[in-house]
């Protein structure tokens, strides 16, 4: 039972790089989402996806792109990488409204 | 101001003891209240999850929300070495934003 997969696990980029986390999930949930988790601040939410063919902004969006490629695959695209998107990124999924299961999260370090 | 204000802790207590985990949030349109646990290097996994006001019970975990008062409490009863970790507390109005706060980070001695 995999649950929400997220790859890779780690990464470095340099400043200006370009790259895509990808995120699936097996539990046939609607909705996905992107967060980031930095010291202090809590999880954020980036971009969500209710359903399938839908995105929505969260809260940090800048610099940041996605796509629901099908129900079960949700990714995160940074286009131009840059120092203050060092963090540490978690992908999750839902049934709609109820709880939210998390993916182990990918540590991304842009110098 | 932050929607949602919780201690950062560390919070260091003896095998044995009642732990109280705290938040405090600012938008009275929240009604969906969670808490989660983040061991190291692991994603969040959920806790406990609540309604509006009101107790929540299950097991050595007890959730509180105190809506009046903005002010949501999660205890721990027995606490275990094991229960070290981080405490995210979450909550959302009736859409899909979920709001966390910062997390506590706890440590239970042996």
């Known amino acids: 039972n995999a649950g929400v997969t997220q790859t890779p696990k780690f990464q470095v980029l340099k400043t200006g790089q370009s790259m895509t986390l990808q995120c699936a999930q097996d539990?046939?949930?609607?909705?996905m989402y992107w967060y980031r988790q930095d010291p202090g601040m809590g999880l954020r939410l980036i971009y969500y996806?209710?359903?399938?063919?839908?995105?929505d902004k969260g809260e940090v969006p800048n610099g940041y792109n996605v796509s629901r490629l099908n129900k079960r695959e949700f990714s995160l695209r940074l286009e131009s990488a840059a120092p203050s998107q060092t963090s540490v990124y978690f992908c999750?999924?839902?049934?709609?409204?109820?709880?939210?299961?998390f993916g182990q999260g990918t540590r991304l370090t842009v110098v | 101001q932050k929607e949602v204000e919780q201690d950062p802790g560390p919070l260091s207590v003896p095998e044995g003891a009642i732990v109280s985990l705290n938040c405090t949030y600012s938008?009275?349109?929240?009604?969906?209240f969670m808490w989660y646990r983040q061991y190291s290097r692991k994603g969040p996994e959920l806790l406990m999850y609540?309604?509006?006001?009101g107790n929540k019970e299950d097991g050595r975990f007890t959730a509180q929300v105190d809506k009046s008062s903005k002010y949501i409490s999660l205890f721990i009863r027995d606490s275990q070495p094991s229960d070290s970790a981080t405490y995210l507390c979450?909550?959302?109005?009736?859409?899909?934003?979920?709001?966390f706060g910062a997390g506590t980070r706890l440590f239970v001695k042996a």
């Open positions: 999750a999924s839902s049934s709609g409204s109820e709880q939210a299961f």
């Open positions: 539990m046939n949930h609607n909705s």
């Open positions: 996806s209710a359903s399938e063919g839908t995105t």
């Open positions: 938008n009275s349109a929240f009604q969906y």
């Open positions: 609540t309604y509006s006001s």
């Open positions: 979450a909550m959302r109005t009736g859409g899909f934003k979920t709001i």
